[in-house]
C-alpha cells in the first residue's frame, strides 16, 4: 500500500470522485489534512466515504490570524480528530510579519493539546524551521510529520536527530534542492505526500491526483539509487511503524495492511 502523508482532499471540487477512485484503485492510504474548520468538517464528511482516507484537524498558518482570538473553540475539534494537520508556521510565503505572533500562539496551542493528548503532528515549516525545531523540542512531540521540507541542511539534520519524519513530494521532479534533501533523509525517517491537487498544480499547471505518489516514489528511488519497490516498502513500513506507539491510529494497521487482519 502506498503513503499520501499530506492531502487536501477537500480542496477536489468535482474531481473528488475520480481523486477516491485513484486511492482505492492504488490503495493509496491518505491523510487528508485541513487548513481551517470549514476544510475539517468536509474532510471528515470525505473520509466517511473512503476507509483509506483520515481525515485531520489543523489551522494554517496562513489562516491563524482569524482564529488566534477563538482558540477555545477549536478545541472539541481537536479532541475529536485522531490526528493533528496541517499546523505550523510560515515566515516566507506569509510576508506580513504582524501576522507572526497569532501562527506562534495557534501553533502553541496545538502542540500543547497534541502532547496531552499523544497525538501525530502534520507540520508546515516554511521560513520557520529553527523555530519550528525549538517548539517540538519544547512541546516532546513524540510523533511529527514534517511536511515538504525545503529549508536548510543543517536544521534539516537537527529535525532528524529529533526524530521527525519527513514527506518528499512532487517538487522532487522539478528540484535539485528536494532531490538533495530526498538523498539526506535517512530510511527510516522516509514518508511520501502529493499536496494535491494543489501541489502539482503550483508546479506545472495540472491538476493534481493521487497516482501522482507513484511518480514521486520513482523519483525518489532514483536520486536514492534504490527501486520504487523498496522506497514503497520502506514508506509503508515507516509509517506502520509511526502509528503503533500511537494510541489513536494504531487501529489503522488493519487498514494499512489487510493481509495481517
Same mark, same amino acid.
Given at each position: 500500500?502506498?503513503?499520501?502523508?499530506?492531502?487536501?482532499?477537500?480542496?477536489?471540487?468535482?474531481?473528488?470522485?475520480?481523486?477516491?477512485?485513484?486511492?482505492?484503485?492504488?490503495?493509496?492510504?491518505?491523510? !487528508?489534512?485541513?487548513?481551517?474548520?470549514?476544510?475539517?468538517?468536509?474532510?471528515?464528511?470525505?473520509?466517511?466515504?473512503?476507509?483509506?482516507?483520515?481525515?485531520?484537524?489543523?489551522?494554517?498558518?496562513?489562516?491563524?490570524?482569524?482564529?488566534?482570538?477563538?482558540?477555545?473553540?477549536?478545541?472539541?475539534?481537536?479532541?475529536?480528530?485522531?490526528?493533528?494537520?496541517?499546523?505550523?508556521?510560515?515566515?516566507?510565503?506569509?510576508?506580513?510579519?504582524?501576522?507572526?505572533?497569532?501562527?506562534?500562539?495557534?501553533?502553541?496551542?496545538?502542540? !500543547?493539546?497534541?502532547?496531552?493528548?499523544?497525538?501525530?503532528?502534520?507540520?508546515?515549516?516554511?521560513?520557520?524551521?529553527?523555530?519550528?525545531?525549538?517548539?517540538?523540542?519544547?512541546?516532546?512531540?513524540?510523533?511529527?510529520?514534517?511536511?515538504?521540507?525545503?529549508?536548510?541542511?543543517?536544521?534539516?539534520?537537527?529535525?532528524?536527530?529529533?526524530?521527525?519524519?519527513?514527506?518528499?513530494?512532487?517538487?522532487?521532479?522539478?528540484?535539485?534542492?528536494?532531490?538533495?534533501?530526498?538523498?539526506?533523509?535517512?530510511?527510516?525517517?522516509?514518508?511520501?505526500?502529493?499536496?494535491?491537487?494543489?501541489?502539482?498544480?503550483?508546479?506545472?499547471?495540472?491538476?493534481?491526483?493521487?497516482?501522482?505518489?507513484?511518480?514521486?516514489?520513482?523519483?525518489?528511488?532514483?536520486?536514492?539509487?534504490?527501486?520504487?519497490?523498496?522506497?514503497?516498502?520502506?514508506?509503508?513500513?515507516?509509517?506502520?511503524?509511526?502509528?503503533?506507539?500511537?494510541?489513536?491510529?494504531?487501529?489503522?494497521?488493519?487498514?494499512?495492511?489487510?493481509?495481517?487482519?
Amino acid at each position: 500500500m502506498l503513503i499520501d502523508a499530506h492531502v487536501h482532499l477537500d480542496k477536489y471540487g468535482a474531481d473528488l470522485k475520480q481523486a477516491l477512485q485513484e486511492i482505492r484503485r492504488h490503495h493509496v492510504f491518505t491523510i !487528508a489534512v485541513a487548513m481551517d474548520v470549514p476544510s475539517y468538517r468536509r474532510s471528515l464528511e470525505i473520509g466517511d466515504e473512503c476507509d483509506l482516507v483520515l481525515p485531520t484537524f489543523g489551522i494554517h498558518p496562513r489562516r491563524a490570524p482569524e482564529y488566534v482570538d477563538r482558540l477555545s473553540e477549536l478545541s472539541p475539534l481537536i479532541e475529536q480528530s485522531l490526528a493533528i494537520g496541517e499546523v505550523g508556521l510560515d515566515f516566507h510565503w506569509v510576508k506580513d510579519s504582524s501576522q507572526y505572533h497569532a501562527q506562534v500562539k495557534v501553533l502553541e496551542y496545538f502542540l !500543547a493539546a497534541a502532547r496531552e493528548q499523544k497525538k501525530m503532528v502534520n507540520l508546515h515549516t516554511k521560513g520557520a524551521e529553527k523555530e519550528i525545531l525549538n517548539l517540538l523540542e519544547r512541546y516532546d512531540i513524540q510523533r511529527a510529520i514534517v511536511h515538504w521540507y525545503s529549508g536548510p541542511l543543517d536544521i534539516l539534520r537537527a529535525l532528524i536527530q529529533f526524530g521527525a519524519y519527513f514527506t518528499v513530494g512532487v517538487e522532487v521532479s522539478y528540484s535539485e534542492t528536494i532531490q538533495a534533501i530526498g538523498r539526506e533523509i535517512p530510511d527510516h525517517l522516509l514518508l511520501t505526500e502529493t499536496d494535491n491537487p494543489g501541489g502539482l498544480k503550483w508546479l506545472n499547471g495540472v491538476v493534481g491526483m493521487p497516482k501522482d505518489v507513484e511518480n514521486v516514489i520513482d523519483v525518489i528511488a532514483r536520486v536514492r539509487s534504490s527501486s520504487p519497490d523498496s522506497v514503497a516498502r520502506t514508506v509503508h513500513s515507516n509509517f506502520l511503524h509511526m502509528i503503533e506507539a500511537d494510541p489513536w491510529l494504531k487501529d489503522l494497521r488493519a487498514v494499512l495492511s489487510p493481509s495481517e487482519g
